[in-house]
């Protein structure tokens, strides 16, 4: 585990460039620092240290997470989240302990958006016994990320997607000011509205106190 954590941090440092690094940390408004490294660079860089062969043991995958997540720089999460998703169909109940830690620590969209969308989605459906229980957990939580991952778990689910679920989330939801939950709402409504258009007109429309913001997106593509 060392000598992976090593050699992919030599890789990053290689392909540095701080000029690059001084204009991600302000587009991120300075929550993080960055090697400066582009997705493209950082998603070659570590095409070896991805493969099936090369991958560590599972039980080393807790340690080695909270590891890439205690450093500053934004690339070690964003490889994090990547390789956890390796895992993801390998995933026991206990590890969503690991995912929610990955989602409040060092929170913001860009690793949040892709660890619900991607690796809590396919634990879920793993487990569509615990959704109730986590959503229901997240939703109390009062923790914006906890709440964005109630929602967007479910994103790419198409025509799998529990609207039920998706309605009581969204109702615990409403009323919310935060950019980031109405913004939530919105993405996973227009998404599901690929699959179910008609329940997703019939949800807005009896539901008035949806957000602008949330309505505008939930209904972009039947316009």
């Known amino acids: 585990m060392t000598n992976y954590l090593s050699t992919i941090e030599t890789e990053f440092k ?8 001084a204009e991600q940390k302000a587009y991120m408004k300075d929550n993080f620092e960055f090697h400066g490294i582009t997705a493209p660079e950082r998603q070659e860089i570590q095409k070896p240290f991805l493969l099936k062969q090369h991958l560590p043991p599972k039980k080393d995958l807790e340690k080695l997470v909270k590891k890439l997540w205690s450093k500053p720089q934004r690339e070690y999460q964003m490889f994090g989240q990547e390789l956890v998703n390796k895992y ?3 995933l026991e109940r206990e590890d969503m302990a690991l995912l929610e830690y990955m989602v409040t620590h060092k929170s913001w969209w860009d690793t949040v958006d892709y660890i619900a969308a991607n ?23 009062d923790h914006i990320w ?22 009581y989330a969204i109702k615990q939801l409403l009323g919310s000011k935060e950019f980031f939950i109405n913004k939530a709402i919105g993405w996973t409504l227009r998404q599901y509205s690929r699959a179910n258009p008609k329940w997703v007109k019939h949800f807005v429309e009896d539901n008035p106190s949806l957000a602008h913001l949330s309505k505008r997106e939930a209904l972009r593509l039947m316009k």
Not at 148 to 158: G, T
């Open 14 to 21: 290689r392909h540095a460039n701080p000029k690059r690094a």
């Open 146 to 167: 906890l709440q964005r991952s109630a929602l967007l778990f479910q994103l790419k689910y198409k025509d799998e997607l529990d609207d039920e679920l998706l309605a």
């Open 119 to 141: 690796t809590m989605g396919t634990y879920f459906k793993l487990y569509p016994e615990l959704r109730k229980k986590y959503v229901k957990k997240w939703l109390a939580s």
């Open 88 to 90: 993801s169909k390998q």
